[in-house]
T-cell receptor, first 113, second 111 residues
Framework: NAGVTQTPKFRVLKTGQSMTLLCAQD?????MYWYRQDPGMGLRLIHY???????AKGEVPDGYNVSRLKKQNFLLGLESAAPSQTSVYFC????????????FGPGTRLTVT | GENVEQHPSTLSVQEGDSAVIKCTYS??????FPWYKQELGKGPQLIID?????GEKKDQRIAVTLNKTAKHFSLHITETQPEDSAVYFC??????????FGGGTRLMVKP
């Protein structure tokens, strides 16, 4: 099993450009999450999904959109990138929700200039 | 919402010594407390967790203690080794499918 994979690994955007980050998991997990990691701030939840076709807002959802059209994929979109969105983005999944181990992908480093 | 504070932000120990990282939380309804280890260039990985009905849990050189009254929990690593060098995150769960993470501790184990 590949576990949780993320595409791309690195990306540089100019302010105002858009992009989509792809997360894929092959563990048949119901729950999927998108976090951003900034120095000294730990991981903050952007959006999450409790199953195919569902999405919900996390702690810092502004400026991001998500979609879960297939159970194994969770997409994070930036419609108009801003320098404040420079961060490392992690996707995670788990079978049963919050009070259980989350399995993280390797991350995507995004720089917005 | 939940507020999680983690200390220290950096910790340097000599190989073989013990390391302790502490987290405090604000919501007394919180009931699940995991610790994650993040190695350079990788995603976080769960190393140990504890639930609110347990005061202490141990797994080889790693232990976690929970004080619900004081609303804090700690990660203890004994006999540290160079491969323990990483960033460690505590997290807290109470409801709403969301984990709240601490700010992280960079542990450096000097050979």
């Amino acid at each position: 099993n590949a576990g949780v994979t993320q595409t791309p690994k690195f990306r540089v955007l100019k302010t105002g450009q858009s992009m989509t980050l792809l997360c894929a998991q092959d563990m048949n997990h119901e729950y999927m999450y998108w976090y951003r990691q900034d120095p000294g701030m730990g991981l903050r939840l952007i959006h999450y999904s409790v199953g195919e076709g569902t999405t919900a807002k996390g702690e810092v959802p502004d400026g991001y959109n998500v979609s879960r059209l297939k159970k194994q994929n969770f997409l994070l979109g930036l419609e108009s990138a801003a320098p404040s969105q420079t961060s490392v983005y992690f996707c995670a999944s788990n079978p049963s929700g919050g009070a259980a181990e989350q399995y993280f992908g390797p991350g995507t480093r995004l720089t917005v200039t | 919402g939940e507020n999680v504070e983690q200390h220290p932000s950096t910790l340097s120990v000599q190989e073989g010594d013990s390391a302790v990282i502490k987290c405090t939380y604000s919501d007394s309804a919180s009931n699940y407390f995991p610790w994650y280890k993040q190695e350079l260039g990788k995603g976080p990985q769960l190393i140990i967790d504890i639930r609110s009905n347990v005061g202490e849990k141990k797994d080889q050189r790693i232990a976690v203690t929970l004080n619900k009254t004081a609303k804090h929990f700690s990660l203890h690593i004994t006999e540290t080794q160079p491969e323990d060098s990483a960033v460690y995150f505590c997290a807290v769960y109470n409801a709403g499918n969301m984990l709240t993470f601490g700010g992280g501790t960079r542990l450096m184990v000097k050979p």
